[in-house]
């Protein structure tokens, strides 16, 4: 029953792992005793959270390729191959947040929104599951988000972007189950992070999470790995397609 769970020896890549919830996801995994790729676009920030994560005595690799550019990723997961080995579990974390009401939303900031949360995504995950389908075996788990399903103001293109994740998980389940592929997704709640740190210094704004979620409090980053690891280990065999809350129960109350 241990060993069903166990995630110890599979190589992992998790994009956007240089910081914020990235790294600690990450973390997670090499703590499970996981061979964990990180990934950014920035080298020396990079490198800081290798280090950093060296420094635990945590097994790391570090490999920085653009995920917005198939060339950069083409690359990235060929050296991944080349120099470290056939990637088990993919985890597309990567994304990006800009907040404006939807009537003045800058063109250029809608596109990039896209690109990386949902277009990286998907480039991302063809590259990598190219071997997947010649093994028939491999995780590949979306990070989504609770704006998958429900919408909130000043953040439409975030959510669009979301939703496009959660209907793609589906998508590469139609198309790449038939490979012994298991494709999921996670949906946060409201998590302290660097990306919610605006929200959550807003007095107002932490009032009403911490009311709207019956769980009465904001979610600890920490809380994601457990399911993390159990969509990475044999004891998601059969499950498929699916999006997973991790949100405190906000998603179950009006």
Not at 85 to 106: K, T
Not at 187 to 209: C, H, N, Q, R, V
Request: net charge negative; hydrophobic share 40%; proline share 4%.
């Amino acid at each position: 029953m241990k060993n069903l769970f166990d995630v110890a020896g599979k190589v992992v890549l998790v994009t956007g792992s240089s910081r914020g919830l990235g790294f600690i996801l990450a973390k997670g995994f090499a703590q499970a005793g996981a061979k964990v790729i990180l990934n950014g676009r920035n080298p020396e920030q990079l490198k800081k959270a290798q280090d950093e994560l060296r420094q635990e005595g945590l097994e790391t690799e570090a490999v920085s390729f653009d995920i917005s550019d198939s060339g950069s990723i083409s690359k990235g997961i060929d050296t991944i191959h080349a120099e470290i080995g056939n990637i088990d579990v993919l985890v597309n974390n990567a994304g990006v947040q800009f907040r404006a009401p939807l009537e003045d939303f800058p063109e250029d900031e809608w596109r990039k929104i896209l690109d990386i949360n949902l277009t990286g995504a998907f480039l991302v995950s063809k590259a990598v599951v190219k071997g997947m389908i010649e093994r028939k075996a491999g995780k590949i788990i979306n990070i989504c988000s609770l704006q998958s399903d429900l919408g909130r103001n000043t953040i439409a293109p975030y959510a669009a972007s979301k939703g496009g994740i959660k209907m793609l998980t589906k998508g590469m389940t139609v198309d790449w189950a038939k490979y012994g592929i298991q494709i999921n997704g996670i949906g946060p709640g409201y998590f302290a992070t660097e990306m919610t740190k605006p929200l959550k210094d807003d007095p107002a704004f932490d009032s009403w999470i911490c009311g709207r979620t019956p769980a009465g409090r904001w979610g600890d980053p920490e809380e994601l790995i457990g399911t993390l690891l159990f969509l990475s280990s044999e004891a998601s065999n059969f499950i498929n397609g699916q999006l997973i809350y991790v949100d405190g129960g906000i998603t179950a109350a009006i």
